[in-house]
């Protein structure tokens, strides 16, 4: 089975940064394109970054230029590097992942094209 966890989250002062992970199992890494989601409380899940199988990227415009995704084939491991936090960045950030995606799930950052989830890490950023 699919097994998506998500580590790495804590609260952290605003301009600070945090590196979060998550660690994949039960499925063909590179036939699947990965993205990190983040839900802040009251507010919609938001697409924050996304990596398809071949390597293209690409971020919601609330964290271009601070946010890279990544990911270490060998270790079937997704990174999150967040830099210069800001308070609205603040929610639970999950994984998320689904096979043999067509363009537009990393295009769109749409959750409801991903089938797999962890459990989230949550990210707290303070004034």
């Known amino acids: 089975a699919v097994q998506l966890v998500e580590s790495g989250g804590g609260s952290v002062q605003a301009g600070g940064s945090l590196k979060l992970s998550c660690a994949a199992s039960g499925f063909t890494w590179s036939r699947y394109c990965m993205g990190w989601f983040r839900q802040a409380p009251g507010k919609e899940r938001e697409g924050i970054a996304g990596i398809d199988h071949d390597g293209t990227t690409n971020y919601g415009d609330s964290v271009k230029g601070r946010f890279t995704i990544s990911k270490d084939n060998a270790r079937n491991i997704l990174y999150l590097q967040m830099n210069s936090l800001k308070p609205e960045d603040t929610g639970m950030y999950y994984c998320?992942?689904?096979?043999?995606?067509?363009?537009?799930?990393?295009?769109?950052?749409?959750?409801?094209?991903?089938?797999?989830w962890g459990q989230g890490t949550q990210v707290t950023v303070s004034s």
């Open positions: 998320a992942a689904e096979s043999l995606c067509p363009p537009q799930n990393i295009a769109t950052l749409d959750s409801f094209l991903f089938a797999y």
